[in-house]
């Protein structure tokens, strides 16, 4: 059973420019949880998508959003993007929402801002 | 908010010698709590997870936790370390509701031959 992919692996961008980070889930799962992983503020929650719904938002500007695709298959963009916002992105997927449930995480993409 | 502490950023162990790593918990409910393992350039790893089902949980790689309300922690342990074992360790918490994961700073495990 393939795991959860994320694309790219790596990524260079440049201050302003805008971002699209990709996730395929395992197959059969239907959430999707985005998050942020920077050296000084460690992992930090992004968003949680459910059956295309966004079920819950972390604290981060509106410069941050996702979208979740009728296939599970969910994307990240950030735009305008600033050089806070190099960091590891890292995408998990899981059977189904609910705290207890276990989530499985990408390798991630490392973005970096110049 | 639920929260987690994780105490000191980086333990250095002996290979053969016990593993603890520390995580303290703040939540005014009863939390899921996850310990979570990331080797470099990788992505995480689930160790083990409690759910309320026991307070001694067994996980992955001879790792194990206990659950302790009085003294709201949920500190990892290993008896014995491996080389393979040096890594970051993450400790987490989510809510009932939702998939949001709320991780600890990380604690860096070193060991050393």
């Known amino acids: 059973k393939a795991g959860v992919t994320q694309t790219p692996r790596y990524l260079i961008k440049t201050r302003g420019q805008q971002v699209t980070l990709s996730c395929s889930p395992i197959?059969?799962?239907?959430?999707v949880s985005w998050y942020q992983q920077t050296p000084g503020q460690g992992l930090q929650f992004l968003f949680e998508?459910?059956?295309?719904?966004?079920?819950n938002k972390g604290n981060f500007p509106g410069r941050f959003s996702g979208r979740q695709f009728s296939n599970s298959r969910s994307e990240m963009n950030v735009s305008t993007l600033e050089l806070g916002d190099s960091a590891l992105y890292l995408c998990?997927?899981?059977?189904?929402?609910?705290?207890?449930?276990?989530?499985?995480f990408g390798q991630g993409t490392r973005l970096t801002v110049v | 908010a639920q929260s987690v502490t994780q105490l000191g950023s980086h333990v250095s162990v002996s290979e053969g010698a016990l593993v603890l790593l520390r995580c303290n918990y703040s939540?005014?409910?009863?939390?899921?709590l996850f310990w979570y393992v990331q080797y470099p350039n990788q992505g995480l790893q689930l160790l083990l997870k409690?759910?309320?089902?026991?307070?001694l949980v067994k996980g992955i790689n001879g790792f194990e936790a206990e659950f302790k309300k009085s003294e709201t922690s949920f500190h990892l342990t290993k008896p014995s370390a491996h080389m393979s074992d040096a890594a970051e360790y993450f400790c987490?918490?989510?809510?009932?509701?939702?998939?949001?994961?709320?991780f600890g700073k990380g604690t860096s495990l070193l060991v050393t031959p």
């Open positions: 998990a997927s899981s059977l189904s929402t609910g705290g207890n449930t276990e989530a499985f």
């Open positions: 197959s059969g799962h239907r959430s």
């Open positions: 998508y459910f059956s295309e719904t966004q079920r």
């Open positions: 939540s005014s409910v009863p939390p899921y």
């Open positions: 409690y759910t309320s089902a026991a307070t």
């Open positions: 987490a918490v989510s809510g009932a509701t939702g998939y949001a994961l709320n």
